[in-house]
């Protein structure tokens, strides 16, 4: 079965200002991803054919709307960005499509793709690694790649 991916930027209506950069840096960089892009938020839209909005309603706080937008959505691998990183580099698309085949090889929820605390290294040449049990901080949803077994 092949994998269903898609991108989620997680915003909301106070944002709106920012979504003009924030897209012109993830097309100019990421957009040969190619995965369904939405964007999540309260009420507004984004004027872009490559864009679809996921409206859910009055702001109920930051983990109730992340939750509420998962839910709109059908893909089993979801990338969640935030509108305020703005990608600077190109992403390797090959590389990405390793570390992609590696999460599921290890049936993984959750994997961080950006590089801040908790650290986590391998000593094989896999791309990916398990973070330590016990580890302050393990999961903050930042960007990263959540499997749907997540939407709770």
Not at 65 to 82: A, N, P, S, W, Y
Not at 91 to 102: A, I, R, W, Y
């Amino acid at each position: 079965m092949k994998r269903t991916v898609a991108t989620l930027v997680v915003s909301c209506d106070k944002y709106q200002l920012i979504w003009p950069a924030f897209f012109h840096f993830y097309f100019k960089n990421w957009g040969h991803l190619q995965y369904k892009l939405y964007l999540g938020t309260n009420y507004c839209s984004y004027d872009d054919e490559r864009v679809t909005t996921i409206t859910i309603g009055q702001d109920k706080g930051y983990s109730a709307g992340v939750k509420e937008m998962l839910k709109q959505i059908d893909e089993e691998i979801v990338i969640i960005l935030l509108d305020d990183f703005l990608i600077k580099n190109k992403l390797d698309k090959g590389v990405f499509e390793k570390c992609l085949d590696e999460f599921e090889a290890k049936h993984a929820v959750y994997l961080k793709l950006i590089d801040t605390y908790p650290m986590a290294r391998s000593a094989s040449n896999n791309l990916t690694a398990e973070l330590k049990k016990n580890v302050r901080y393990m999961l903050g949803i930042r960007i990263g790649l959540y499997h749907t077994l997540l939407r709770i």
